[in-house]
């Protein structure tokens, strides 16, 4: 057992004076099995964490008198690293005690990215920053610290992580640095999948960073002003305005919705000199989409999209993707120079790299307990999409991840010598789901709570638009961004989405 | 000569009838030296592009009924090529007669930069976009035609330019098609002047474009970052943290100013670890910043910068910048991984490839009359940046490129079979000069009108500050901009700028 109780008396990394720091007077949870592989270099990284950890806390005890106790600069925390600043990461930071504990954040992204919203940016419907929420903001307010790095390697026996600078480096090879903790919160999400289609990461875009969603609007309008080079032929126009989108769930259906949005407001104003019809083809290998809405909501979708002039093609998988073309599972071949690609979430190479001890059967997942500890581990937990509870599957979605990391940060929070973190078990209640289906339409199930249990509503159209809409304003975290994303709407509605690129 | 009647008897290329198009049916004026050089391809396109500019007139016969008279779809309009979306030619196809005349725009650029503010986007005081206008919501507006390319050639003698594709391309090499003229308007503005220094082009920064202000930004939280890992000695945090802007000009000079802002109000707000003190430095080989100012203001500019702890350097210029360092003709070398180059402009490729009757005897420029028109032509026209008048030598600020505009816009616009274009002699009359030195001040020299010439007002500090944002404010073109920069003025006061990458 490693509750923060034991690591209090043992004493934890983070607060060691600097002027008596040396290996002797580490202590032996933390850093004992460091020691004997330790280089200078490491051994130096490890000493300026632990001076500037110090500082850092020096500098709480100065700035934070009103909104937080400010702890004793003489109090000894125990380290918790955070991997991640998505969903559940992001929650778990602005949730657990920072006066407990003393937290690194680690992450190669400095923000936490609203997904919910993200296809919106990629037509230009919101600003990218709009749906963007700086952890260094977060940081600063919170009291923690964050290093922008990847991590290359979790030493689950030694307590430490392995990290890799993810910003411009002095030299020409990444810096690398050990970090090591008492606590380890891996919450590091997923990629796309792309279950091994040939041609996938050449040449389709994906819609999971900030970047992606740049990188299609820019090609959307790449497309159009392609298209409107006078040499081109009626063909080469046609291919140039078909879009693809793969996979008929949330992101791909919503990605869909906001491009015939996109097509319909704006084409015919800014593009009046195109004569050829642009198209949006939405390929979905299963025979629904929206798979996990209830019937009706399924068909109503399908009805909406096709309405809208989205050609649906249910039953469909693609074979393989080249630069200009989408193959089928039926040899048919078409013809785009724009493939979103959104047909799911495999392991990232971190998770994939792990020991098998920590892995979930199958190699996909970290597995974890209903208290979200990794298995075989004592001081390890991990959550979000990189994360599967024994027993317990559940969606890879953002409120699943936002749950997991409230119910840690209780755990953390509530932990004590007598009560280990992780003793509670976790249990997902789902709000409902929400879908975006173009021109002011949506799909909505809402759990809504009744005397004996939760009873679901399920909208459509209008009203399951405007409840999908007020719905995220208020769940985007910053009052920045929910100033900026309703006037973002309003300069849409007013004035069109924006065409330039740079 | 070449004026509009004479094109207008003699037909245009742009409304010929599709049916009825051939070489022999093209006229004499435009297109009869072109034939002999065209290949079956360059014909296709020159061909496709006139079917398109009538299908386009034809579409602004249908659709334009209330904004402007509809011409008729026969009428033969003389067909204006403008290269160029900067000040000049933004304020020229606004100006223009689009019944008058076909207009279409080449730029690899499809944004209008309101150039003055561009400072304020390296650091985050205002987003990229709030400062950009689509070209292409302003042809649709206007209905002029646009086209994304590079001109790689102009052929004068047969009246043609040679554009390249400037967006995602069909195939691997870039697409080139010709796009013939009856006059053409040269707009290309210039590019960075490195003054042959070694290492600025692979090292250093340039504000020009949003892109550029992009990158800076992106570096300064890059730097800051970087100093925040936990192995960084003093020393490296220090070079991290020292930012060198090498130029005294009004662009390097508020670059420093709003990096001292950044500086100030959030530093110690997203990164309260760092207890190194983040260091300008403006670098300026003559005596003077700001030298276009008045010898007081001029003073009072290098006080204010010094006071808001920005080094100024004066009287010192740079050897050699290379990956980490710049170094000073005194042999002096500065540790810095952030440079800022902003010294000047010179010639683009494409200018400095013209046959030298086209250019002042320097080659830096094109050589233009009073009028505007490029020497030796009698349909070309060059202003902005990229043009020198005869003679009459005016700075490359965006003042006298909007003037320009304006004044070729009216010559076009009053042309007759009698008057020519150009006959008249451009005349600049200043409004003043602006900069911004952080910290709420700023220098001003405004030009007020007085019943027998011209004064000039002098101002400084928060009047200055507010003339120059009120000034700039009004100047922004359209009404998305007019209010998306006071908001993330509002936004930056309230919440600070924010320091995500993406």
Redesign the interface.
């Known amino acids: 057992m490693a509750g923060p109780g034991l690591l209090l008396a043992a004493r934890c990394s983070a607060l060691v004076p600097s002027a008596s720091l040396s290996r002797a007077s580490l202590s032996p949870l933390c850093l004992a099995p460091l020691s004997s592989t330790l280089t200078t270099?490491t051994m130096?990284?490890?000493h300026?964490?632990c001076v500037?950890a110090r500082?850092?806390h020096q500098?709480r005890s100065a700035?934070s008198s009103t909104a937080q106790q400010p702890p004793s600069a003489s109090r000894q925390l125990p380290h918790v690293v955070v991997l991640g600043t998505g969903w559940a990461s992001h929650r778990f930071v602005r949730d657990i005690d920072h006066n407990k504990y003393h937290v690194t954040v680690v992450s190669p992204?400095?923000?936490m990215l609203f997904t919910p919203l993200l296809t919106s940016t990629a037509v230009g419907t919101l600003?990218?920053?709009s749906i963007?929420e700086?952890i260094?903001?977060t940081a600063?307010e919170r009291h923690f610290?964050?290093?922008?790095?990847q991590v290359t390697d979790i030493d689950f026996d030694n307590n430490k992580v392995m990290c890799q600078?993810a910003?411009?480096?002095?030299d020409e090879e990444p810096?690398r640095?050990p970090?090591p903790y008492d606590f380890l919160v891996v919450g590091i999400g997923a990629v796309p999948n792309t279950f091994g289609v040939p041609g996938v990461k050449e040449h389709a875009f994906f819609l999971k960073?900030?970047?992606d969603a740049?990188d299609v609007r820019?090609?959307i309008?790449?497309?159009f002003?392609?298209a409107?080079?006078?040499?081109?032929t009626a063909q080469?126009i046609e291919d140039?305005l078909t879009f693809v989108v793969v996979g008929g769930g949330p992101t791909g259906v919503e990605f869909a919705a906001e491009l015939t949005d996109f097509l319909r407001e704006d084409c015919t104003?800014?593009?009046?000199?195109i004569?050829h019809r642009p198209r949006v083809i939405l390929l979905e290998a299963s025979g629904a989409v929206l798979s996990a809405f209830d019937s009706s909501l399924r068909q109503y979708a399908l009805r909406r999209l096709e309405r809208q002039d989205c050609h649906v093609r249910l039953g469909r998988s693609v074979k393989e993707v080249k630069r200009?073309e989408v193959v089928l599972d039926n040899g048919e071949v078409i013809n785009t120079?724009c493939i979103v690609w959104s047909t799911g979430v495999g392991p990232r190479a971190l998770v994939k790299s792990l020991d098998e001890r920590y892995l979930t059967e199958n190699k996909q997942h970290i597995r974890v307990d209903r208290g979200l500890k990794i298995a075989n581990t004592q001081n390890a937990f991990a959550y979000g999409d990189c994360a599967r509870i024994d027993g317990y599957i559940l969606p890879a979605v953002a409120q699943v991840a936002e749950q997991q990391g409230k119910f840690l940060a209780d755990e953390f929070n509530r932990a004590t010598p007598q009560r280990e973190v992780g003793c509670d078990t976790f249990k997902f209640a789902s709000s409902g789901m929400l879908a975006y289906l173009g021109h002011y339409g949506g799909v909505a199930k809402i759990a809504v709570p009744t005397p004996d249990d939760v009873t679901n509503v399920k909208l459509s159209g209008l009203t399951a638009w405007l409840v999908w809409r007020m719905g995220y304003l208020t769940k985007l975290g910053?009052?920045?961004n929910r100033?900026?994303v309703p006037?973002d709407w309003l300069?849409t509605m007013?004035?069109?989405r924006?065409?330039?690129?740079?």
């Open positions: 270099r130096r990284a490890v300026v964490h500037r500082q850092h500098h700035s992204r400095d923000h600003e990218h920053r963007i700086s260094r903001a600063s610290d964050f290093q922008q790095a600078s910003v411009y480096s002095n810096e640095f970090i960073e900030a970047s740049r820019r090609r309008h790449d497309c002003e392609a409107s080079f006078p040499m081109k080469e140039l104003r800014l593009y009046p000199h004569q200009h120079h910053r009052w920045r100033l900026q006037f300069k007013i004035f069109g924006d065409p330039t690129k740079f």
